[in-house]
């Protein structure tokens, strides 16, 4: 059983930062694509920002320049540090990753709140 499970989520000051980790366990042979996804009240899902397995990112236009996806391969774990929040930020935020393991598939978290006040 393949599972990811988040951390790092909270309240924050407009201004402040935070980061998120999102680890990947179970029966893994290889992680492909990882990701980071949010999700608003009344909005729909989406994409915050992705990393390949050798580390090519790309970002949302709101996002790029204020956060930074980064991973471990080696510790299966995929980051997102997240700097001068803006109270639209504010969202559940899903981990994701494309693995092939015993089940490949793709995969998310179970999501962390992040929330930014003025």
């Known amino acids: 059983q393949v599972q990811l499970v988040e951390s790092g989520g909270g309240s924050v000051q407009a201004g402040g930062s935070l980061r998120l980790s999102c680890a990947a366990s179970?029966?893994?042979?290889?992680?492909?694509?990882m990701g980071w996804y949010r999700q608003a009240p009344g909005k729909q899902r989406e994409l915050v920002a992705t990393?390949?397995?050798?580390?090519?990112?790309n970002y949302a236009s709101s996002v790029k320049g204020r956060f930074t996806i980064s991973r471990d391969n080696a510790k299966n774990t995929v980051y997102l540090q997240m700097n001068s929040l803006k109270p639209e930020d504010t969202a559940v935020y899903y981990c994701?990753?494309?693995?092939?393991?015993?089940?490949?598939?793709?995969?998310w978290g179970q999501g962390t709140q992040v929330t930014v006040s003025s």
């Open positions: 994701n990753a494309d693995i092939v393991g015993n089940p490949v598939g793709y995969y």
């Open positions: 179970g029966s893994i042979l290889r992680i492909n694509d």
């Open positions: 990393i390949t397995s050798g580390g090519s990112t």
